[in-house]
C-alpha cells in the first residue's frame, strides 16, 4: 500500500530533550516536507527537501532540523525542544511530476513537551 | 506572498443542508495551483481536489462542487445534501509554481459539524 508513515504518532517529552521524529514514504517520491498544524494557523511548513542531500527552510524552521540521506526517509529532529514546540506534525511527499502537485500526508505526530 | 483565507472558523448544519466552504487566497504567481484537504476526527489529511489556475472549469464529483473564479481569487467548496461524515476540518491550500510547487500555503480551516 502506497503510504507515508510517522513514528511516533504520539510523543510527551520534557524541554531540551533531543527527538526525532522519523518520516518514510514507499512511493518513490522526490519532494518531501515538514508540516505543523497550530489551532487558527493552519499548516505551515518547517522544511522540504527536493531529493536526496537537498533541503531548504520553510516558513517555520526556527528549532527544527532536517536531512534527507535517504529518498524515502525525511526525519524531523528537535534538538532541544521547547514548548511552543507543542504542535501537530504532518509529513507529506509528493513526486517530481508535471501536472501532479498534491501532496500526500501521513498520519501525524502529536508532540507535547512540558 | 501568498496567503490563503478560510473567513468561516466554523459552520455547524442539520444533516441534508447544503454548505459552502469559502476559500479566498493571494498570489502573484500566474501559474498555481489550489487544493482542498479534509482532515476527519481521525486526524489525517485526505486531498480532496487540485485546481490549476488556468483552468477555471468548475468541478463536481458526487455531493462535492468546487467553483473556481479567478476574479475574485475565490476557490468555494460546496458540499450537497450534507451527511455526517462530512463532518471534519477542511482545509484550504495554494501552491505557486514559482516556488516549484514546494510549499503547499493552507488557510486557517473550517470546522464543519453536520448534525444528525
Known amino acids: 500500500e502506497a503510504q507515508v508513515t510517522q513514528n511516533p504518532r504520539y510523543l510527551i517529552t520534557v524541554t531540551g530533550k533531543k527527538l526525532t521524529v522519523t518520516c518514510s514514504q514507499n512511493m518513490n517520491h522526490e519532494y518531501m516536507s515538514w508540516y505543523r498544524q497550530d489551532p487558527g494557523l493552519g499548516l505551515r511548513q518547517i522544511y522540504y527537501s527536493m531529493n536526496v542531500e537537498v533541503t531548504d527552510k520553510g516558513d517555520v524552521p526556527e528549532g527544527y532540523k532536517v536531512s534527507r540521506k535517504e529518498k524515502r526517509n525525511f526525519p524531523l529532529i528537535l534538538e532541544s525542544p521547547s514548548p511552543n514546540q507543542t504542535s501537530l506534525y504532518f509529513c507529506a511527499s509528493r513526486p517530481r511530476l508535471a501536472g501532479v502537485y498534491e501532496q500526500y500526508f501521513g498520519p501525524g505526530t502529536r508532540l507535547t513537551v512540558t | 506572498a501568498q496567503k490563503v483565507t478560510q473567513a468561516q472558523t466554523e459552520i455547524s448544519v442539520v444533516e441534508k443542508e447544503d454548505v459552502t466552504l469559502d476559500c479566498v487566497y493571494e498570489t502573484r504567481d500566474t501559474t498555481y495551483y489550489l487544493f482542498w484537504y479534509k482532515q476527519p476526527p481521525s486526524g489525517e489529511l485526505v486531498f480532496l481536489i487540485r485546481?490549476?489556475?488556468?483552468?477555471?472549469q468548475n468541478e463536481i464529483s458526487g455531493r462535492y462542487s468546487w467553483n473556481f473564479q479567478k476574479s475574485t481569487s475565490s476557490f468555494n467548496f460546496t458540499i450537497t445534501a450534507s451527511q455526517v461524515v462530512d463532518s471534519a476540518v477542511y482545509f484550504c491550500?495554494?501552491?505557486?509554481?514559482?516556488?516549484?510547487?514546494?510549499?503547499?500555503?493552507f488557510g486557517q480551516g473550517t470546522r464543519l459539524t453536520i448534525n444528525p
Open positions: 485546481r490549476n489556475s488556468f483552468d477555471e
Open positions: 491550500a495554494l501552491s505557486e509554481a514559482e516556488t516549484g510547487a514546494q510549499k503547499l500555503v
